[in-house]
């Protein structure tokens, strides 16, 4: 029902402005909605009062945020991107994960993510098409926060291609390389063939590669692996392993690398009969994810799939 009272008076000063447009929006129906955008509208206002933007500088504002729209198609997410580079996203990952009970560290999601990942068996390879990079084993279990195994856990596993790009966007590396869905044995145990990944710029053709370029920023992320864990009863973790130098960890364009989510890659120089087609030299990483007690949710995959 619209119960909005009309205003006493007309808006003929820039103070009326703030006070105007918020009785305006008194009647919302919806209380955390109403706190959200009444907390956004006095945030702008003050951030226009603040920065006291010229009529063209505000124009091409607009045009940014038509522009983040317009760059968004189902292989490219610019708006998740945008957020990331702008410490957005690993702000509301810290807010609501603060790893305090005992669980994995976890990181932001990335633009990256999309979902219906192929399911893979106990100790399967992801990589699907000619990949380079040394040989990389994962493998650990995912435990509670008392140390229990989880069987029948899932992780959700994705990564960038050494050379730089997901396969998403790039047409020479066949569907979901690098990507894949494996879930824990009896001792919720779990064990991925994967590449040892590199770091790799972010995509910087769009607007927020001329926001990089304005910041004379670097566009690169450390060497990472993607992971959702989820289970029955947990919450989900949503969460990278990276293997990095501190200089690039502390170099990360969208800040979500953490100390306590590196994983130790060991080298191997000589084959070993433990695996016996993994060629060497290979690297093998120990790395058990612990979750907590939660209801299991999953995020929106940003992007569907590959470039056309
Ligand atoms: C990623 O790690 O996939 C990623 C995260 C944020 C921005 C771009 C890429
Ligand atoms: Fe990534």
Known sequence: MNRHVAPTKLISTEEDVTPTVLAAMEETSDPRFKEIVTSLVKHLHAFIQEVRPTEAEYEKGLQILNAIGQQTDDAHNEAVLICDVLGASTLIDL??????????????????????????AYGDSIARSHTSGDPLVLKGRVVDVDGKPIAGATL?????SPDGLYENQDKDQSEFNLRGK?????????????TKPAGYPVPTHTTTGDLLRAQKRT?????????????????TL??????????????????GAKKQIAGDLVRHDEPTSKY?????????????????????????????????
């Not at 959700?156 to 960038?160: G, N, P, S, T």
């Not at 494996?182 to 994967?194: E, H, N, V």
């Not at 060629?279 to 994810?289: E, G, L, M, Q, V």
């Open 238 to 255: 949503i969460t990278q392993i990276f293997a990095d130098t501190d200089e690039a960890m502390l170099n990360d364009v969208v800040f």
């Open 219 to 235: 566009p690169m992320r450390p060497a990472h692996v993607h992971f959702i864990v989820s289970a029955p009863g947990c919450k």
């Open 182 to 194: 494996f879930t824990t044995d009896q001792d919720g145990r779990y064990l991925i063939r994967t």
């Open 95 to 120: 807010i609501n994960n603060d790893g305090m009970q005992g669980e994995t560290m976890s990181a932001l999601l990335g633009p990256f993510y999309r979902g219906n990942a192929p399911e893979c």
């Open 156 to 160: 959700d596993v994705w990564q960038a």
């Open 276 to 308: 016996p087609d993994v060629k060497a030299p290979f690297f093998t990483c120990a790395y058990d994810f612990i979750l907590k007690p939660g209801v299991p949710a999953f995020p929106e995959p940003p992007i569907k799939g590959k470039v056309s």
